[in-house]
T-cell receptor, first 112, second 112 residues
């Protein structure tokens, strides 16, 4: 979606390296979701951020939302092959229903 | 995957044929969604249902119809399939406005 830009589109890292994926919105967000998708499978919910400046961590994955609530980053520390997949951000917009606009995804490969 | 069952998992159709994609959730939530995922386009909302008995158009509804049969089931119908509808289709349910959506494993549909 042009409303939500993810970068990079793809990433190849060596096992053990850190990496960051960015998600930028052209509009202020009510909330921001991060999902992971493996090939042939559905989306697995990782984290949700709602407040400006908020940061959440789960295992080796940390997600942050900036103060203006227009940009989020997903950081993976000491990457492992199990981290490989497609990471998607989803922006929760205002409106009468739970309208979520998704980015086009970042494909992550982790080389052992 | 997270209480959402989609059938079938794969399907090949000829142009002009019709078919219905089935989705059922076992979590008793009100909101259900149908998305399509295409390379470089991300996930796009086709239709959604805020509650049993109601349905509304999303971003790309043309060529599709939906039925919210009951609280558990939300089906997507292609009346006359076209090659442009070749895609991966995902069903999801939502727990509430600021809660994450949970996705099924998808239906991979090819139209020749």
């Amino acid at each position: 979606s042009q409303e939500l830009e993810q970068s990079p589109q793809s990433l190849i890292v060596q096992e053990g390296k850190n990496l960051t994926i960015n998600c930028t919105s052209s509009k202020t967000l009510y909330g921001l979701y991060w999902y992971k998708q493996k090939y042939g499978e559905g989306l697995i919910f990782l984290m949700m951020l709602q407040k400006g400046g908020e940061e959440k961590s789960h295992e080796k994955i940390t997600a942050k939302l900036d103060e203006k609530k227009q940009q989020s980053s997903l950081h993976i520390t000491a990457s492992q092959p199990s981290h490989a997949g497609i990471y998607l951000c989803g922006a929760l917009r205002g409106g009468g229903y739970q309208k979520v606009t998704f980015g086009t995804g970042t494909k992550l490969q982790v080389i052992p | 995957n997270a209480g959402v069952t989609q059938t079938p998992k794969f399907q090949v159709l000829k142009t002009g044929q019709s078919m219905t994609l089935q989705c059922a959730q076992d979590m008793n939530h009100n909101s259900m969604y149908w998305y399509r995922q295409d390379p470089g386009m991300g996930l796009r909302l086709i239709y959604y249902s805020a509650s049993e008995g109601t349905t509304d158009k999303g971003e790309v509804p043309n060529g599709y119809n939906v039925s919210r049969l009951n609280k558990r089931e939300f089906s997507l119908r292609l009346e006359s399939a076209a090659p442009s509808q070749t895609s991966v289709y995902f069903c999801a349910f939502g727990q509430g406005f600021d809660q994450p959506q949970h996705f099924g494993d998808g239906t991979r549909l090819s139209i020749l």
